[in-house]
Structure formats: C-alpha cells, structure tokens
C-alpha cells in the first residue's frame, strides 16, 4: 500500500548505530524527518547524511528529529557516522521490513508530524539542495 500525506505512520522499531533500539512511538510530541537511504558510504548518501547533520541545529530548533534508515547494519552505521563525524540517528533495517511498510524505493524523505501523521513526502530525491528543502516545508508547517 502506497503511503499518503495525512497517513499515520507505520510504526518501528530498529537498532541505531550504537546498538540502542529507537522506535517511531519514543519520537512522538517532535517533528520527524525519516529519511530513506540505500547504503552507507555511497558518495550521494554521504553527502546526504553530511548536509542533514551540518543542518540538525536547525531542525531542532524546531522540535524536529532527523532519523536515517538503510539495510545496513548497526555496525556498518557505527563505522559510517564515525568516519564522517556525523551527528545523526541512523537505524538499521537489515530485513527490510520498515522500507516495505513504507513502500520504499530509491532515495525518499518522510515529514512526520508530532502526532505521528506524514504531512509530506520526497520520492525520488536528489541529494543537491534536499535538506534546504526540508527545512524549508518544516518552517512553513511549524
């Protein structure tokens, strides 16, 4: 099922990069960006990690939470924000069961509301100019 503006999230629950279980119902009451990657360490999924974290100040700024997911692994993610000194969430769904719950192809960027609804949806994304763009929707729905 394709999911639509105005859905309620599917809820999760994945392991993070530090072996710590995150779950979309602990993230109620902030704003959710969850975006979707397909690997760690590709260049357009570096830099797409690098622009969300140099941005994440401000996001939360405005009670938004940044929240990456891919197939890899916890450790892979562990490696990967390492590397990169990046200051993200990222969660693994090496079974892929998140990815399908939210019909997941390619690169796509969820904005999920306080009370846990998708106000808005990339699909397709280009890393270039993406999170400004972000960003940008939160300011205008805050």
Not at 17 to 41: A, C, H, I, M
Not at 50 to 69: M, P, Q, R, T, W
Request: glycine share 4%; net charge negative.
């Amino acid at each position: 099922m394709t999911l639509t503006i105005e859905d309620q999230a599917p809820e999760f629950m994945l392991q993070d990069q530090n072996d710590d279980t995150v779950s979309l119902l602990d993230l109620r009451g902030k704003w959710v960006v969850l975006y979707f990657y397909p690997e760690d360490g590709s260049p357009g999924c570096t830099q797409e990690a690098i622009d969300f974290s140099v941005a994440k100040e401000n996001f939360a700024l405005k009670n938004a939470i940044i929240v990456g997911i891919s197939p890899d692994s916890w450790k892979n993610h562990y490696k990967f924000v390492a590397e990169n000194n990046l200051d993200l969430t990222l969660l693994s769904d090496e079974a892929e069961k998140v990815i399908n719950a939210y019909n997941v192809t390619g690169r796509t960027t969820f904005l999920i509301n306080p009370a846990g609804k998708i106000l808005y949806i990339w699909k397709n994304v280009k890393v270039k100019g993406h999170v400004h763009a972000v960003l940008k929707k939160l300011n205008e729905v805050y």
